[in-house]
């Protein structure tokens, strides 16, 4: 069969039509970039303000007259720090009971921390580290049901003080179970879901609408590997796809910068994609049908400090930098249509087995880094992104 001819009209038609269509791919491109990139203003040039008088246009939380515990405390001082409102959530950390007589201490010394929290105006993010006592519980026993008397117990106990739903806050049972921090002996990575479903079934039982999420590590550990410097940036999938449908209604990620001892040939990680892992999380959504995410975080002054030979340090720049980073992957969520918050840890750990100082300012701190600090909270209130707090003594 003759091929048929065809018009130089007809190419000329083709080859606008496909110029065209190049154009617009290229301007719709073009667009996006400028829209993820402008999203946070002055988020490009990771520049110090050391202008801020105030790190937000609100008034600074009435606390002073409550009678305030450490967190409440370490929230004053942020508010000092920036002369505004800084949050309105905070971090609070409590273990697992293991008898009904620790559940009843343990659920009048939560109690009477959440009042003062709702007093403040403050939401608790209350995270559940499966200890007590500086020894990790039977997570097997938990699963098989050995401690839902106790669990029953506690909450029933909480519930009796008159708390309600929205003032217990956000609960985070078992946070970073895919690191050394929670190893025990047969642990499974389903062993996660399965917990958890435990601990939010019965929460759940005395506070319908009680939220619970969880938190795990950017980089996962196998079983029974105590070596940090061995974990793996892979999928959450393991430790997640056996959550019942309803049991979480939100999901955190957990990553660092860091950098090697000084004078190591170790390069480290201070960007903030490669060690916060954000795909992680848009898998997790997809996995749990949840639309909630959120970070926990920081960036350190010092690190390695337990000699001053091996010490190593971040600029306040260096920092900037990290923090335009942070931000530049909430704008990613965000574009994903996810609600987005994120908890800043600012805890000074020197004197820990961390040896890092997560803080922003002290004895030894230029201003500078103080500046950094409240540069980001002013841009993080510029783009209503909610804000929890931890550290800040």
Known sequence: MPIPAISYKEIKNCRVTVFYTALLTILIMAAFLYIQNSYFKDTTSGKINNSITKCTSKEPLIISNISIGPELSSLSNFQKVCDSFVADRHMVFIGIPTSIEEAEQDAARISATLKDFAKAGVTPVVIAEPFYNGEIIDMKKLIAGGYDDVLNSFFW??????LTSEEM????PFPEANTPSMDYPGREPRDFSLAVNTYARIMHDFFAKGHVSILLDSKSYDPGDADWETGAYRSHNPYISDIVPGSVSSIGIQGFPWKPENESKTIGELNARDFLQTQFLVEATSILNIYEVWYNTGTFYGTHLESDEVAVYLTAEERANIHEEILAEIAYL????????INIFAEDKTDSYEATNWSY????????????????????????IPLSLFGGK
Not at 362 to 381: M, N, P, Q, R, V
Request: hydrophobic residues 35%; aromatic residues 12%.
């Open 169 to 172: 806050g956000i609960w985070v």
């Open 334 to 341: 965000q574009n994903k249509r996810l609600s987005v918050w």
């Open 361 to 384: 300012w002290g004895d030894d701190i230029d201003e500078s880094h103080t500046d950094s600090f409240k540069t980001f909270i002013s841009k993080l209130s510029d783009a209503n």
């Open 157 to 162: 106990n909480i519930k009796e003080t008159g």
